[in-house]
């Protein structure tokens, strides 16, 4: 079945059609499911600061009207005639792909995040059935490809759940790559959606873990989450002194000096940047020469990877930090976003889109 052969149905969504303009109620397509196809009845989506940026056309590329939401759980509703990994009514989530070349050499190795030819976003990508870009999980429904949908612990609250898909993934990721665990210290640079996870993560990974934050009034949270050190990023003093850290994750997506935090970083180990900062972070040679230190960047992970990562969560009891908030109260929740007012992530609960 081509493109224009894909029949499609309407659904409740919330969205923009223009990046000056307030999220509001609209009408999208989804694709009737194909043969290797999961439906899912949308419960709760989290908000990412990427929605944000994407709404708004910070990043220069949305495509309108825009629906974001790559934070989904949900319950199968419908599977297609050839699927066979899931069935009606189970527990699943969707994060930040729906799809992906599964040829290249990156997808074939399960690092779909990497896809040479370019993965299919959740939102904000062209659609490979139908002839519009993608939408995301600010929605009643979606449909997608078996391959690209995961299986929530039945153990967690699937509202808490729902940021594992992105800010779960985007830390435990590169956590794993550089194989944080027991006799490991390390770094987390920032409390919020993304840092918050990362102490838990690391915590639970049997990490010594030093968190460094510009609020005094969050020590006693970076505490409570599982660091064993709270360094106030703020006084000279306390950063004078060097930690020696094998690894430093920097969370942090708003202007900040880069080399105040590598010179944590021990002979060897490395500092990655998992936030993402809209102008670029200006790094001294000499942070990085004499200690052959490394500055490295991560993604999400692959499919298997996140997997993985939901399946560590329900070993480890591990959820976000939330605030549930209604559908209608998104434009205030991305206002408040913008102030840090949140602790530690909002998650829709998506009937107050049904009920509206």
Same mark, same amino acid.
């Given at each position: ?9 309407? /659904? ?87 799809? #992906? ?23 904000? #990508?062209?659609?490979?059935? %139908? ?66 996870? /990362?102490?838990?993560? /690391? ?19 970076? %505490? ?8 106030? #990023? ?7 002194? #060097? ?7 920097? /969370? ?85 976003? %913008? ?18």
């Amino acid at each position: 079945m081509n493109m224009s052969e894909t029949l499609t149905t309407a /659904a409740k969504a919330f969205g923009t059609r223009e990046a000056s303009a307030p999220l509001q109620p609209l009408t999208i397509e989804r694709r009737t499911p194909t043969p290797r196809d999961v439906e899912i009845d949308i419960l709760y989506c989290g908000v990412c600061h990427s929605d944000l940026h994407t709404a708004r056309n910070e990043w220069h590329g949305t495509v309108y009207p825009c629906v974001p939401g790559h934070e989904i759980i949900g319950r199968v509703i419908s599977v297609g005639a050839h699927v066979d990994k899931f069935k009606v009514g189970d527990m699943v989530g969707v994060g930040c792909m729906v799809d #992906s070349c599964q040829d290249c050499e990156h997808c074939k190795q399960g690092l779909e995040q990497y896809c040479e030819a370019g993965n299919i976003q959740t939102y904000n #990508s062209p659609d490979k059935h %139908l002839s519009i870009q993608t939408f995301g999980g600010y929605s009643e429904r979606v449909v997608v490809d078996e391959n690209f949908v995961l299986r929530i612990p039945e153990n967690l609250d699937p509202a808490a759940a729902a940021p594992l898909l992105c800010a779960g993934i985007t830390t435990y990721s590169p956590l794993r790559h550089w194989k944080v665990g027991p006799g490991k210290k390390i770094g987390v640079v920032g409390i919020g959606g993304l840092g918050h996870m /990362a102490i838990k993560l /690391a915590h639970a990974m049997g990490a010594h873990v030093t968190v460094f934050t510009t609020s005094e009034r969050k020590k006693a949270d970076a %505490l409570r989450l599982g660091a064993d050190e709270v360094v106030l #990023s703020t006084d000279i003093e306390q950063m004078k002194l #060097s930690r020696k850290l094998d690894f430093v994750l920097d /969370a942090v997506s708003a202007d900040h000096d880069i080399n105040a935090y590598l010179h944590h970083v021990k002979t060897d180990g490395t500092l990655a940047l998992v936030g993402a900062p809209e102008k670029p972070l200006p790094v001294a040679a000499f942070s990085l020469i004499p200690g052959r230190k490394n500055f490295a960047g991560s993604m999400i992970g692959g499919i298997a990877e996140t997997q993985e990562m939901l399946d560590f969560c329900g070993e480890h009891q591990i959820t976000s930090d939330v605030e549930i908030i209604n559908i209608q109260e998104i434009n205030q929740a991305y206002e408040r976003m %913008l102030k840090g007012d949140v602790k530690y992530r909002f998650v829709i609960d998506m009937m107050s889109l049904k009920d509206a």
